[in-house]
Nanobody, 124 residues
Framework: QVQLVESGGGSVQAGGSLRLSCAAS????????MGWFRQAPRKEREFVAG????????YVLDSVKDRFTISRGNAKDTVYLQMNSLKVEDTAVYFC?????????????????WGQGTQVTVSS
């Protein structure tokens, strides 16, 4: 069992930046991937980024890859999403997620643990 807690969301003007953080805890340890999803009102959940257990492999959604960067902390129990040049279209609830050990970081179907979500609102 893994518990995930996000932080760093908030309101920002278009063109600004935010850094989301997610801390993992619990009795489950292992080589599990971590990632970020987002869900805008009345929209489907969208896989934004993923990172391997070691931090050496990353995936970022094509539509945001020039602006967003995912990274994993040195202790491997923290994941970050740096979001630059934010657009109104980025407004959503952002969820941290983790997969089971051995799952693929680039596959959204492998993520089975979820944080509570943090709101990101970008205004024009």
């Amino acid at each position: 069992q893994v518990q995930l807690v996000e932080s760093g969301g908030g309101s920002v003007q278009a063109g600004g930046s935010l850094r989301l953080s997610c801390a993992a805890s619990g009795r489950a340890f292992g080589r599990y991937p971590m990632g970020w999803f987002r869900q805008a009102p009345r929209k489907e959940r969208e896989f934004v980024a993923g990172v391997s257990w070691s931090g050496g492999g990353t995936y970022v959604l094509d539509s945001v890859k020039d602006r967003f960067t995912i990274s994993r902390g040195n202790a491997k129990d923290t994941v970050y999403l740096q979001m630059n040049s934010l657009k109104v279209e980025d407004t959503a609830v952002y969820f941290c997620a983790a997969g089971e050990p051995g799952s693929l970081f680039w596959s959204p179907s492998g993520y089975v643990y979820w944080g509570q979500g943090t709101q990101v609102t970008v205004s024009s």
